[in-house]
């Protein structure tokens, strides 16, 4: 009897987790103790180690965190979450689904959640409902209209048919890679896909990190894959703050430079003093935020972590706005230390007027002969 051998190719599916990272501004700074106090919420863990080292990565001051409710999108699929709240003001909501298909079913996805759905406006009402709990936590807080907002797409593949390494997995699905980083449908072309797939970090051959300036695609094991998700979570808080400081410094900017158009004149300086220490009470404000924003992570001896973080940071634009907010605080600085000059010099004048109009009247008295 004769026997044939098949050949069956078995369907390639990719196993993993879908993340929404949502953020919002929604206060000058949030105190962690009372807040925990106000939620019963446990200390974050630390994020596990990329790799067995001396090192590790650590928050300076661990933000609180509790579950969050679930997101229900009209299409049905239901969204299981947390809340992180940040020292310096920022709230975070990451989201999950757990996803297994095939390429086509994650590049469409991410495609519909990228472009058509409103993850922003959809979370929003979660956050709100949660501040009313944790509003005796928040200094200075911000009007819901004024929040400003972040949100990021993170797909964490954790196996693929037939394992492939990193190298292997570029190679052959570079192209589906990028439309699921962009989140588009369309065959992108060989030099948008060389563009996003260069901005990419591995340390073994088993995983890799390709990251885009809206969506993340890692493949990794779900440990090495919490460490990444926080970094990218904390670089875009980054950039949320640095964004709500320079709208601070331009909208500071401008009412100097307003009051710079006003009549000149004797008066104006003075009336500058009090805004030269406006501004400057701001600046230190803006400084001191800056610094505790940009010091709120630390890495030591994790060298991986430090080059990951730099990566997500530079793809979302945090050194763009952080040169943004250094511009406007050297500005600032000046603008300080002019309207100072021009008020000591304001009231050297002023005092040796007054110098010269007593002297003068003493003259008038003596020569009438009536000094004092």
């Excluded at 953020?23 to 939620?39: A, F, G, K, T």
């Excluded at 809206?214 to 703050?241: H, K, R, V, W």
């Excluded at 000149?264 to 230190?284: E, K, M």
């Excluded at 010099?345 to 003068?360: D, K």
Aim: charged residues 20%.
């Amino acid at each position: 009897m004769a026997s044939s051998s098949h050949l069956v190719h078995e369907p390639e599916v990719l196993t993993g987790t879908i993340y929404v990272l949502l953020q919002y501004d929604v206060s000058e700074e949030i105190r962690l103790d009372r807040l925990r106090e106000l939620l019963s919420a446990p200390r974050l863990q630390q994020p596990a180690l990329k790799h067995p080292a001396p090192g590790y990565i650590r928050y300076e001051r661990p933000p609180v965190v509790e579950p969050s409710e679930p997101l229900v999108l009209d299409s049905g699929e239901k969204l299981q979450g947390i809340i992180k709240y940040y020292d310096y003001g920022v709230v975070s909501v990451l989201l999950q689904l757990p996803f297994s298909g095939s390429w086509e079913d994650l590049i469409a996805l991410t495609s519909r959640w990228g472009w058509e759905i409103d993850f922003a406006a959809h979370s929003s009402g979660i956050v709100r409902r949660r501040l009313e709990v944790a509003a005796p936590a928040l200094v200075k807080p911000h009007t819901s209209a004024d929040w400003l907002s972040e949100d990021y797409l993170i797909i964490h593949i954790r196996h693929l048919t037939g394992t492939p390494t990193a190298p292997e997995l570029i190679t052959t699905r570079g192209p589906r890679i990028a439309q699921v980083v962009r989140g588009d449908t369309q065959t992108l072309s060989v030099h948008e896909c060389q563009e996003i797939l260069q901005s990419s970090i591995s340390y073994y051959p088993t995983d890799i990190s390709i990251i885009g300036w809206n969506a993340a695609f890692l493949y990794d094991t779900p440990s090495g894959a919490e460490a990444a998700i926080q970094l990218l979570e904390y670089a875009n808080s980054q950039l949320l703050e640095f964004r709500h400081y320079d709208g601070v410094l331009t909208e500071v900017l401008a009412s100097v430079y307003d009051s710079f158009e006003q009549r000149p004149g004797f008066f104006a300086r003075w009336h500058r003093a009090s805004s030269a220490n406006r501004l400057h009470t701001v600046l230190l404000d803006v400084m001191e935020l800056t610094e505790h924003a940009d010091n709120a992570i630390k890495f030591l001896s994790d060298m991986f972590a430090a080059r990951l973080y730099r990566l997500a940071a530079a793809k979302v634009g945090v050194p763009d706005y952080k040169d943004l907010v250094n511009q406007k605080i050297n500005t600032a600085e000046d603008l300080y230390r002019f309207m100072v000059d021009q008020f000591n010099q304001s009231r050297a004048f002023f005092l040796e007027s007054a110098v010269v109009i007593i002297l003068v009247i003493e003259l008038i008295y003596l020569f009438r002969g009536k000094g004092f």
